[in-house]
């Protein structure tokens, strides 16, 4: 992978706020968009979903998802060279008042400090999504399949 396409990578991965979520809900595919932290080792993603949603019925612990992140489109440039990133694996929710669900919490406050006023609520819960499969596109010509291991790192450097 050339350097600009990992600072592309890190970018999309740290920078995005926003994600397009697959999942499974009712034995259907479903989509939803949710922001979303990155732990610091590259290893999973989290987010913060109420109970009410409708894709919080299929985050549900070991369940399979599929996690989309893209560059914003730029209407002069062609929409099917954004980069993105496509994350697959399996989803846990955190429990509340654990060490993991803290850390967690940190991360995605950090990001998204306006939602300190929904962690009181009740119905909201944090998820950990799990990389097990990556596959990046920075561009034509450009795709790279990663495992878990190469996405720690490039945490790192």
Not at 18 to 45: M, N, R
Not at 89 to 111: N, R, S
Request: negative net charge; proline residues 8%; contains cysteine.
């Amino acid at each position: 992978m050339t350097e600009q396409d990992t600072l592309i990578l890190k970018f999309l991965l740290t920078k995005q706020r926003v994600a397009t979520l697959a999942i499974l809900v009712d034995e259907k595919p479903f989509t939803g968009l949710l922001t979303f932290a990155i732990l610091p080792d590259f290893s999973a993603a989290i987010l913060q979903a109420s109970n009410l949603a409708k894709h919080t019925a299929g985050l549900t612990d070991g369940a399979p998802y599929s996690l989309l992140i893209h560059l914003p489109d730029d209407p002069k440039s062609d929409p099917l060279q954004l980069a993105r990133v496509s994350l697959q694996g399996t989803v846990q929710k955190l429990p509340k008042g654990e060490p993991e669900y803290e850390t967690a919490k940190v991360l995605y406050l950090t990001k998204f400090p306006a939602s300190a006023n929904i962690f009181p609520m009740s119905d909201f819960n944090l998820y950990a999504l799990a990389f097990h499969q990556c596959r990046f596109v920075a561009g034509f010509g450009a795709i790279y399949s990663l495992p878990p291991e190469k996405l720690k790192e490039l945490s790192e450097a």
